[in-house]
T-cell receptor, first 114, second 116 residues
Framework: NAGVTQTPKFRILKIGQSMTLQCAQD?????MYWYRQDPGMGLKLIYY???????DKGEVPNGYNVSRSTTEDFPLRLELAAPSQTSVYFC?????????????FGSGTQLSVL | AQKITQTQPGMFVQEKEAVTLDCTYD???????LFWYKQPSSGEMIFLIY??????QNATEGRYSLNFQKARKSANLVISASQLGDSAMYFC?????????????FGDGTTLTVKP
């Protein structure tokens, strides 16, 4: 059981470049999330989705876009990369009504913008 | 105001001893959930334990227990019989409400170092 799969694991971007971080889950979870973790800090929510076709902003959405065309996939798009977007990005999923709704995390993408 | 506060940036514990990691939270929602996650140096996030706001008893999972004091809005993690593999960063998180898309807010974490 793969769980939540994120690609790539590492990426270096130049200022102004764009890229898409991929995220897929095979647990049929309705809820999916993108978080970023800056060095020595906790996770901050960028965007989330409660189902295919439905997305909404989290705490730090500026500079990012998402889409959710299927239950399984939730890609995160960075347009015009800036040094402030240097961070580790985590995709996560959860299932409502399970009691805990704990987050299942991908292994993370370490992104550097130079 | 911070919704989740972890006041201990770093903690040290001797192997085989118990350690408590502090977490206080702030919410006006009567329904919420509290989580602890572990992040080893390899970077992955590992779920440890969950406490619901209506749960009468403190949650336990093996060597992990959650000391839930609702009136004080604290949810401290207790690790018993520490092992070298417990060295990691630990995050407290909160999910508010029942219809909030499961969104969790995280504290800034506590780095635990277990000494042999």
């Amino acid at each position: 059981n793969a769980g939540v799969t994120q690609t790539p694991k590492f990426r270096i971007l130049k200022i102004g470049q764009s890229m898409t971080l991929q995220c897929a889950q095979d647990m049929n979870h309705n809820y999916m999330y993108w978080y970023r973790q800056d060095p020595g800090m906790g996770l901050k929510l960028i965007y989330y989705s409660v189902g295919a076709g439905i997305t909404d902003k989290g705490e730090v959405p500026n500079g990012y876009n998402v889409s959710r065309s299927t239950t399984e996939d939730f890609p995160l798009r960075l347009e015009l990369a800036a040094p402030s977007q240097t961070s580790v990005y985590f995709c996560a999923s959860s299932s409502p009504g399970t009691g805990t709704e704990k987050l299942f995390f991908g292994s993370g993408t370490q992104l550097s913008v130079l | 105001a911070q919704k989740i506060t972890q006041t201990q940036p770093g903690m040290f514990v001797q192997e085989k001893e118990a350690v408590t990691l502090d977490c206080t939270y702030d919410t006006s929602d009567p329904s919420y959930g509290l989580f602890w996650y572990k992040q080893p140096s390899s970077g992955e996030m590992i779920f440890l334990i969950y406490q619901g706001s209506y749960d009468q008893q403190n949650a336990t999972e093996g060597r992990y227990s959650l000391n839930f004091q609702k009136a004080r809005k604290s949810a401290n993690l207790v690790i018993s019989a520490s092992q070298l593999g417990d060295s990691a960063m630990y995050f407290c998180a909160m999910r508010e409400g029942n219809t909030n898309a499961g969104k969790s807010t995280f504290g800034d974490g506590t780095t635990l170092t277990v000494k042999p």
